[in-house]
């Protein structure tokens, strides 16, 4: 027998679990079943989804470091890449916020967390569920300086055992940048080895090998994450039927307009603001741009990874929207791994929406900023797979405090929006090689004028 694709699975579970939970729920209510027995019943499908939890947080460490370490070596020499180099991470940092910023209007004006009673959301181990950044008494300015200063670890590896995600993903980075510097001897200023051919040539190697050291974790990392993931219908079905049995009918409402929240602002920026910008700075059609991509977008729609459907970019962005390769070979791989947009906006839709869940969590301007901010990094360090934004929202809710239990009924509405948001993250990457490519054509023009 052909095996069942997993969101079939999931969604079986899903089913599956809201078919034994609500009866009880409802049985429950009007007494012909012990309310008690229901309780224990839903208690287990907490059990069961929180092992499933905890596995993903497992993951987050290592699978964040080894995403990013391996992204930034694999943009090769720095100084090479220069301008080019430079401009790609811009652009690719601006879509994002933009796409970011969509989503932060739309989960404001809808709301769909307001109001709604999912029964995950628990106060934290401190017995209140407020966020743990408070900005009552610091305006805008000082929570934004004590995030960033936060940024900063005093101790790495302390940061990374305490799960203290921004810290490490600057680390990271930063490693990252001297791995290739030392690599392919860029270190500025008096190096002790500078004067030693023999001792710089074995510096390089050494960086080398680590490199490939960290090359080898991401891929290993990544097929734990798709074990991991594969083990989402037995979670799913956990906290469905969890919710179901506690909540009843309610659990669904809410997250039908969380989807709907997250589709929305995905569709506004896919088809609004991306194709602006391709217009302005590209000077294409989008609807060409669009015709010529959509094998990849199909792709990236069906697999909900834009690690796997780099292949297929590449080849639609070269030759059948006609960038050049050399464009495509650096702006494409970097962006199926540091530039996703639909993720960062989901990541802000998601995490708004969790705290508009949790009683006595309002959060304000400043805090809101901060949740934007970590999406935009979450959204950096998430790798090209399936559900790796999930994975990611672990540490956006840690940002600001919010308890992380929610994510498992998130997952039961998650593979649909995965599949729009990797949609949307292939055809913002398609759009930066389309404007960039046209950037360094001018600058191939001007080399040649001058
Ligand atoms: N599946 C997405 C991608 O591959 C990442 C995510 O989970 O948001 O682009």
Redesign the pocket.
């Known amino acids: 027998m052909k095996k069942l694709k997993l969101h079939h699975q999931i969604l079986i579970a899903m089913v599956l679990g809201a078919l034994i939970g609500l009866p009880l729920n409802w049985a429950a209510a009007n007494g012909s079943v012990d309310a008690e027995l229901v309780a224990t019943i839903a208690d287990v499908g907490k059990k069961l989804g929180s092992i499933f939890l905890r596995l993903l947080k497992m993951l987050v460490v290592p699978l964040i470091v080894s995403s990013l370490i391996s992204g930034v070596t694999g943009m090769g020499n720095l100084k090479k890449l220069g301008a080019l180099g430079g401009r790609t991470v811009l652009f690719y940092m601006s879509t994002s916020a933009l796409a970011i910023f969509t989503g932060l209007v739309l989960v404001n004006i809808i709301q769909p967390g307001v109001g709604a009673d999912l029964g995950l959301i628990e106060a934290n181990a401190e017995g209140h569920a407020a966020p743990a950044v408070s900005s009552e008494d610091q305006g805008l300015g000082g929570v934004l300086w004590a995030q960033l200063e936060g940024m900063i670890p005093t101790n790495p590896l302390k940061a990374a055992a305490e799960g203290d995600m921004l810290p490490v993903i600057f680390f990271s980075i930063l490693l990252g940048i001297f791995i290739n510097a030392v690599e392919h001897d860029e270190v500025e200023g008096e190096a002790p080895y500078r004067d030693e051919p023999h001792e710089k040539a074995r510096a390089s190697a050494l960086a080398a090998k680590l490199r490939e050291f960290f090359e080898g974790l991401f891929a290993v990392m990544m097929r734990m994450t798709l074990f991991v993931i594969a083990l989402a219908p037995y979670g799913v079905f956990g906290f469905m039927l969890y919710a179901c049995a506690g909540r009843g009918f309610s659990a669904f409402q809410a997250l039908g307009m969380y989807a709907l929240t997250v589709a929305i602002a995905l569709a506004i920026h896919a088809f609004i603001t991306l194709p602006l910008i391709l217009r302005t700075f590209g000077s294409r059609s989008p609807l060409e741009h669009a015709r010529a991509m959509t094998p990849a977008l199909l792709t990236?729609f069906s697999t909900?990874?834009?690690?796997?459907t780099l292949p297929l970019t590449m080849q639609c962005v070269e030759e059948r929207a006609g960038v050049s390769n050399k464009v495509s070979s650096f702006v494409l791989p970097l962006g199926?791994t540091i530039n996703?947009d639909?993720?960062a906006l989901?990541e802000v839709v998601a995490v708004l929406f969790i705290a508009q869940l949790t009683p006595g969590v309002d959060l304000t301007i400043a805090q809101q900023v901060i949740v934007a901010l970590t999406a935009l990094l979450a959204?950096v360090g998430?790798?090209?797979?399936?559900?790796?934004?999930?994975?990611?929202m672990v540490v956006v809710l840690a940002a600001v405090g919010l308890p992380t239990s929610a994510v498992g009924l998130i997952l039961a509405v998650d593979r649909v929006l995965?599949m729009c948001?990797?949609t949307v993250?292939?055809w913002s990457d398609s759009i930066a090689a389309a404007v960039i490519g046209r950037f360094a054509d001018e600058l191939e023009d001007e080399g040649e004028r001058a």
């Not at 909900?304 to 796997?308: D, F, I, K, L, Y």
């Not at 998430?382 to 990611?392: N, Q, S």
Request: charged share 5%.
């Open positions: 990236a909900a990874s834009s690690n796997g199926a996703m639909g993720t989901y959204s998430a790798a090209g797979i399936p559900h790796a934004g999930t994975v990611m995965d948001r990797t993250n292939v």
